[in-house]
Structure formats: C-alpha cells, structure tokens
C-alpha cells in the first residue's frame, strides 16, 4: 500500500494568514493527489484533484502543487471558514490511501 | 444536484454482518465512468477506503478487508449495497458513500452513518 504522510499534524493560524499543508507519498503517484476539507461532524469536501486543479465552487484561495512524492496544499489567506481538517488522497493505485490529517484551527 | 445517504444499522454485535444502503440521486451508475465507493473514519481517525464499484459491475476492495466485504449495485434503484462479515469492536466508525467522478474523483461524500460494533 501507498502511505500517505501529512504534516504537520495540526497548525495554529489568524484569520489572513497563508497556510502551507504538505503531504507526502512512500512511492510516486504522479499526479494522483487530491485535498479534502473536513468540519466537524460534516462529511469531507474535495478542493483540489490532480494535484492542482481547484475543484468548482472552491474559492481560488485555495491552491495545490507537486508531483510524485511531495505535495502542497496552501490556502492563501485563511478566512473564518477555514478552519477544518485537511485530508489529502492518493488514487494512483489501489488501495486508494489517505494522510492521517492535518488539524487547522484559529491561533 | 448529487447527493447520497447511507442507511443501516447503527449498532451491531461483534460478529455479525453489517448491511449498509447507499441510496442516490442526481446520476445513473449506468453512466460510463462513473462509480460510487464506500470509505469509513473511526472516531477521531483518519480516513479509509474500503470498495469501489463502477459502472460496468467491475468492483475494487481494500486488501486488508477483501475477504470481508461485498459491493453490489441496483442500477434501477438508484442503489449501492456494501456487507462486511464478521464485525468487531475495531469496525466501529461512521461509514460515508461517496460519488466517483468520471475523473476517478470522489465528490460529493454522503453524510455518513455512524455504526458502533458493541455486545
């Protein structure tokens, strides 16, 4: 199975910071990565697939970069409604795998 | 609009088998390219993947369950059935449907259904 590595494992920030999640995979997946948003108690929400194609209807503070390894998630300047979990997934081989999650919550 | 619910059980016993419903609306599985998965999240966990099943009835399971699960589909019910045999305390999560995107994405994820594996 490919593991999939985030960190950090939780990050403190302010409303209009700049926000950097990276996620790390145990062999190359290309470009097979996708982000999630997760709030509490809310079913997870895709943001970036193909490693940095912003899904519609997400706001372009939100951009995802990498390719075969190493991977970033970085949210521009954060606002109140950011404040989630972040998920990244690899779908370059089955069993498709998650990161263990990155906790981003107000400083 | 694409949504999906999960409908089951919400408490089992160790051992027996757990029958999950994911009921959708806003495509057909008969729809080339498109799948509907299951993936799950144990409380305060990371998520899963479990299982994968595709327009053309071609199926995919997570190895470590392999022997465990089964996914069907209803195509004119608009359905997706996933069992998992022999349930323990360690199943215990909420259990989510997700749509897979004709570019092998999942968007949009049902709720989730949370099922506690307890005697």
């Known amino acids: 199975d490919i593991q999939m590595t985030q960190s950090p494992s939780s990050v403190s920030a302010s409303v209009g910071d700049r926000v950097t999640i990276t996620c790390r995979a145990s062999q190359g997946i290309s470009s097979w990565l996708a982000w999630y948003q997760q709030k509490p108690g809310k079913a997870p929400k895709l943001l970036i697939y193909t490693a940095s194609s912003l899904q519609s209807g997400v706001p372009s503070r939100f951009s995802g970069s990498g390719s075969g390894t190493d991977f970033t998630l970085t949210i521009s300047s954060l606002q109140p409604e950011d404040f989630a979990t972040y998920f990244c997934?690899?779908?370059?081989?089955?069993?498709?795998?998650f990161g263990q999650g990155t906790k981003l919550d107000i400083k | 609009q694409i949504t999906l619910r999960e409908s089951g059980p919400t408490l089992v016993k160790p051992t027996q088998t757990l029958t999950l419903t994911c009921t959708f609306s806003g495509f057909s599985l008969s729809t080339s390219g498109l799948g509907v998965g299951w993936i799950r999240q144990p409380p305060g966990k990371a998520l899963e993947w479990l299982a994968l099943i595709y327009w053309d009835d071609d199926k995919r399971y997570s190895p470590s369950l392999r022997n465990r699960l089964t996914i069907t589909k209803d195509t004119s019910k608009n359905q997706v059935v996933l069992t998992m045999t022999n349930m323990d305390p360690v199943d215990t999560a909420t259990y989510h449907c997700?749509?897979?995107?004709?570019?092998?994405?999942?968007?949009?994820w049902g709720q989730g259904t949370l099922v506690t594996v307890s005697s």
């Open positions: 997700v749509h897979r995107q004709t570019n092998n994405w999942f968007d949009p």
């Open positions: 997934q690899q779908s370059n081989s089955f069993p498709y795998t």
